[in-house]
DNA sequence: GGGAGAACGCTCTAGACAGCATGTC
DNA sequence: CTAGAGCGTTCTCCC
């Protein structure tokens, strides 16, 4: 390895290479042209490879307009990752940019070196055709075996499959443990590193009737540890399995399979006899810090504070972002004892513990309960054992009578799931074909069958005549929504048609021409779909709800006089209509008593139900509740209105932000004029963001005001960021010293 | 008849990526 | 094809 990227590796406190990093680059990591699959296990130093190769490419001097890219499958890790690089590697003149979908600093990505971004994000930059993927020279991709995921493993295997082979690009890619990685491997033409070290010995074990049984890869039990009861002797034996590791200065991380359960389980766990003073004190600021993420905290930061209170936590989708890292944070300290998570955590957050307990080995879904890939039960208990802090990690499944020892020996030990192509994902090709039509990459049927040819689920299954079909009847579906054009060219005529004879009923004979090259051209509006990156299915739905609305607007103008009535009217609808599309799925359910009152208000407003009318009563319920939202209903409100949790609600707001973006993209396009339409989607873009009247915006705009002190401030005559600063003292009393300190400081900063 | 507690029945269920300007041939 | 927690209501038994 050059001394330069040595320097860079001990300045940045690495002494010395673990043996899997070291046996990498022995088999060839700073051969720019060799392509690899790491497979090992969780927390082993995976990220330190991509590093190592990221910066052999940056370093060398020979290119100037190198560039490295760094795949990462959450936004939140991204932002994480850009932060470490940002510190370790700033320094040494290498410039780091983070691109993902809600962050757009950095416009000129052409001036980065090393980009950290999603799989999505850079499909999407890809679209926009951007000039400097030319440059790129690595592409590092963490967690890559998430090619297999249903829902995102298709976009990943398209941005694979089109940078394997156009550009001359060596791939890392940084995979858990899966079954099948020679396949893999072979298809991304890698060379294939397997490694089962770890920096931190990790003992499985399953434990049930306060005992633990920890046995060895064979399954045999090795050790037998029965839990000494004396003053942690409880009847619940997860709190027994809890206090026996505290007592050993170790923290717990708990899966379970539903909101509910983590936060119940959470409840049930007082550790407040075990912890000393300090720590007390402490946790008291953490619940501090929690209940002050809102103005008025919601149920969930209610609950979170009395739970960290106690030294415990629980950490699931229903948490927002700040709350999230509080409790990371607070656990990371060693504050927090314990968290009851659901998935959110097993899936690369840096959070280690001492012992890891799978608390369910089912978990719901819309075939019913059905069994925790094993892939997944490996991957959370892989988070057992901290570095440097941890003897070693204890990856335990906890047993109570609805699974047998042996079932849960059989999830610790033997071979783990193959991955498998979810390209025939209908949803997912059928964006991504329209994809590849309007970023030029494909324009007739040969080449887009030679694309398929080149995908892992052509490698994987040999036979592509399923998708075949398939991307015939997307293809069909684009060009009768005037996604695409198609035209059959006739100058191969004779080579490229095939006669077909057929027999009428008659036994009349009938030849027609099977034309078997096809030319495909985008249209300007196929193309928008492609770049707002929504689902062309959204997009038909999109279209012909505009028109619709357009229609009854016209029809009303007569009735309604009022013109901010019909705005209101078009909002609702409109709000109505983006529930519809693939997007915004899966949408509030809709409880039995409230069927009579939906359907009845959704006549009232002139919607017709489609066939399916649970479905339109969900789109309305969905329409409600954003409706509230841009209308300032206190957030409380409307989380206990909807029986959601704030962060559900945000995460629903950021998707209807986007259709509502690509809403009035759209509309752009159609040959629609409707001056109360455009005017209501221009408006709505904002307000959805803040979730407010259009009047607040220029509050908003301000760091620290949100939809409820821009009401305050607004309704007591300050409108703007010089008002507030004229109007000093008015402020401190609508909002306390400190905030408005806050405030202030930073409308000062934004003048500089 | 009244109250306690068992028995039954109903409801509900993990997570989280993506847009963004503008104009030319 | 598959579960299980939590909650509210009803049933039943015993005084």
């Known amino acids: 390895m050059s001394n330069r990227i040595w320097k860079i590796l001990k300045e940045n406190g690495i002494k010395e290479l673990r043996p899997p990093q070291k046996k990498v680059v022995d088999r060839g990591l700073l051969n720019k042209n060799k392509n690899f699959l790491i497979h090992m296990s969780t927390g082993s130093g995976k990220t330190l490879i991509g590093e190592i190769a990221i910066l052999n490419h940056l370093l060398d001097q020979k290119y100037k307009s190198k560039k490295a890219l760094f795949i990462v499958p959450l936004k939140a890790l991204a932002s994480e990752k850009y932060e470490e690089f940002i510190k370790k590697y700033e320094k040494y003149g290498i410039k780091v940019a983070l691109s993902i979908g809600d962050f757009d600093e950095e416009e000129d990505l052409e001036n980065y070196d090393l980009i950290i971004t999603t799989a999505e994000k850079l499909e999407s930059l890809l679209r926009h055709r951007v000039e400097w993927i030319e440059d790129v020279s690595i592409?590092?991709?963490?967690?890559?075996?998430?090619?297999?995921?249903?829902?995102?493993?298709?976009?990943?295997?398209?941005?694979?499959?089109?940078?394997?082979?156009?550009?001359?690009?060596?791939?890392?890619?940084?995979?858990?443990?899966?079954?099948?990685?020679?396949?893999?491997?072979?298809?991304?033409?890698?060379?294939?590193?397997?490694?089962?070290?770890?920096?931190?010995?990790?003992?499985?074990?399953?434990?049930?009737?306060?005992?633990?049984?920890?046995?060895?890869e064979d399954g045999d039990v090795v050790e037998e540890y029965t839990l000494t009861p004396n003053n942690y002797n409880s009847r619940n034996q997860l709190f027994n399995l809890v206090v026996d590791c505290i007592l050993k200065d170790g923290s717990l991380l708990i899966f379970c399979n539903s909101k509910r359960k983590a936060v119940s389980e959470s409840k049930k766990l007082n550790l407040k006899k075990y912890l000393s003073p300090d720590e007390l004190n402490e946790l008291k600021k953490l619940k501090e810090d929690i209940l002050s993420v809102f103005d008025n905290p919601t149920e969930t930061c209610k609950t979170l504070g009395e739970c960290i209170e106690r030294g415990v936590a629980f950490h699931h989708a229903g948490l927002t972002y700040e709350q999230r890292k509080i409790v990371e944070e607070g656990f990371r300290k060693k504050l927090i004892k314990v968290i009851c998570c659901t998935p959110t955590l097993s899936m690369g957050m840096n959070t280690p513990c001492r012992r890891v307990i799978l608390r369910d080995l089912k978990r719901f879904s819309n075939r019913g309960m059905v069994p925790i890939p094993k892939m997944e039960v490996l991957q959370c208990i892989g988070r057992a054992g901290r570095p440097n802090l941890d003897p070693y990690g204890e990856g335990i499944i906890y047993i109570d009578g609805s699974i047998t020892v042996e079932d849960a020996k059989n999830y610790l030990t033997g071979p783990v799931e193959n991955i498998y192509s979810k390209l025939s994902n209908h949803r997912i090709l059928r964006a991504h074909i329209l994809g590849l039509i309007a970023s030029g990459e494909i324009d007739n049927k040969k080449n887009l069958e030679e694309f398929?040819?080149?995908?892992?689920?052509?490698?994987?299954?040999?036979?592509?005549?399923?998708?075949?079909?398939?991307?015939?009847?997307?293809?069909?579906?684009?060009?009768?929504?005037?996604?695409?054009?198609?035209d059959y060219k006739d100058d191969n005529k004779n080579k490229n048609d095939i006669k077909i004879l057929t027999l009428d009923e008659n036994n009349n004979i009938t030849i027609s021409h099977k034309k078997t090259n096809e030319n495909y051209t985008i249209t300007s509006l196929g193309k928008r779909i492609s770049e707002l990156y929504i689902d062309p299915l959204s997009g038909k739905i999109i279209i012909e709800e505009l028109k619709k609305l357009s229609k009854k607007l016209e029809r009303y103008n007569n009735k309604y006089l009022n013109t901010s009535d019909l705005k209101d009217y078009c909002t609702q609808y409109l709000l109505y209509s983006i529930s519809k599309t693939t997007e915004m799925m899966p949408l509030l359910r809709v409880r039995n008593n409230e069927w009579d009152y939906l359907f009845k208000e959704m006549l009232k407003m002139d919607i017709d139900p489609d066939e399916d009318i649970l479905r339109s009563l969900e789109c309305f319920k969905n329409s409600k509740m954003f409706y509230d939202w841009i209308n300032e209903v206190p957030e409380s409100k409307i989380l206990e209105k909807y029986g959601i949790e704030p962060g559900i609600l945000r995460y629903k707001v950021e998707q209807a932000k986007w259709i509502l973006y690509a809403n009035k993209e759209i509309y752009a396009l159609l040959d629609i004029e409707e001056k109360c339409l455009s005017d209501t989607l221009n408006e709505l873009v904002i307000r959805i963001e803040y979730g407010a009247s259009r009047e607040l915006i220029e509050l908003l705009k301000i760091k620290h005001i949100g939809r409820n002190r821009a009401r305050l401030l607004y309704n007591s005559g300050i409108k703007n960021g010089e008002d507030i600063l004229n109007n000093h003292e008015r402020v401190i009393k609508l909002l306390g010293n400190k905030i408005t300190d806050k405030i202030i400081n930073c409308i000062k900063e934004n003048k500089k």
């Open 139 to 216: 592409l590092v991709i963490d967690e890559i075996h998430l090619i297999g995921d249903s829902e995102r493993g298709g976009t990943l295997e398209i941005l694979l499959t089109k940078l394997k082979n156009r550009y001359n690009i060596q791939i890392i890619g940084l995979s858990a443990t899966i079954g099948n990685p020679e396949e893999f491997a072979k298809w991304l033409n890698a060379e294939l590193v397997i490694e089962d070290w770890r920096p931190v010995k990790l003992k499985k074990g399953i434990a049930y009737k306060n005992r633990i049984l920890f046995i060895n």
């Open 452 to 486: 398929i040819n080149n995908t892992f689920y052509a490698h994987q299954y040999g036979n592509t005549s399923k998708i075949l079909k398939n991307i015939n009847d997307i293809i069909e579906f684009l060009e009768a929504n005037k996604f695409i054009k198609i």
